[in-house]
């Protein structure tokens, strides 16, 4: 699977808008750009996933460039329960495992 | 949303013994599992492979029979370690995928293995 790189880590104000970026370069034209993430002491859980067009679910939207080298998580109004280590992950048809990088700590300030 | 329940949650074993941990999809059946390994201030490292009725597929640097992986039903999957040593000790982690291969993957809860 192609490489992500994500920030090591970010800090957001509670009920602020957060804007997690992922940069994703080598991306082919089959891999979907999928998120999770990871509470402390948990395992991750899925946030998002998308391929060409902008996604949008209950719990965050998802902003894809429009030559697919980039993307952004948005959590619209970040709360402390938002704290944890954010994924972004290329995925191919053709693979079916996830293979996780750094990922970003994001930390929420009451 | 699908489920996966990780047994147990943590398990403190003594040096040389084995320990086994289950992962169980809860309401749907998934041929395949993953496995991975979560050291502290780390990302999560994939282990294994494990295909229901077949031998699981290891990746490189992961000793086949100090890991064993069982997936002898479409609902479970089992690893076990052992003869553990404290250098085992490591948040365990399982994923299934329901369906396609583009869906989204869900994961147990982890398991804390601490050996001593």
């Known amino acids: 699977d192609a490489k992500t790189t994500q920030p090591n880590s970010m800090e957001s104000n509670e009920e602020e808008p957060v804007h997690l970026p992922c940069n994703h370069s080598?991306?082919?034209?089959?891999?979907?750009i999928h998120w999770y993430r990871q509470l402390p002491s948990q395992g991750p859980e899925y946030v998002i996933h998308g391929l060409t067009s902008n996604v949008n679910n209950r719990m965050a939207s998802l902003a894809i460039a429009e030559d697919r080298k980039s993307s952004t998580l948005i959590l619209h109004r970040a709360t402390l329960r938002d704290a944890a280590v954010y994924y972004c992950i290329l995925r191919s048809n053709a693979g079916n495992m996830l293979t996780f990088g750094g990922g970003t700590r994001l930390m929420v300030k009451p | 949303g699908a489920v996966v329940s990780q047994h147990p949650s943590w398990v403190i074993c003594k040096s040389g013994t084995s320990v086994k941990i289950e992962c169980r999809s809860l309401?749907?059946?998934?041929?395949?599992m993953f496995w991975y390994r979560q050291f502290p201030k780390q990302s999560l490292m994939l282990m294994a492979t494990?295909?229901?009725?077949?031998?699981?597929?290891?990746e490189q640097g992961v000793e086949k029979d100090k890991f064993l992986i069982n997936h002898a039903s479409l609902t479970l999957s089992t690893l076990t370690v052992t003869s553990a040593h404290p250098e085992d000790s490591s948040f365990y982690i399982c994923?299934?995928?329901?369906?396609?291969?583009?869906?989204?993957?869900?994961f147990g809860q982890g398991t804390r293995l601490t050996v001593v």
């Open positions: 080598t991306i082919s034209g089959t891999d979907y």
């Open positions: 309401d749907f059946q998934a041929t395949t």
């Open positions: 994923s299934a995928r329901e369906g396609a291969r583009n869906t989204e993957a869900f």
């Open positions: 494990s295909n229901e009725g077949s031998k699981a597929t290891y």
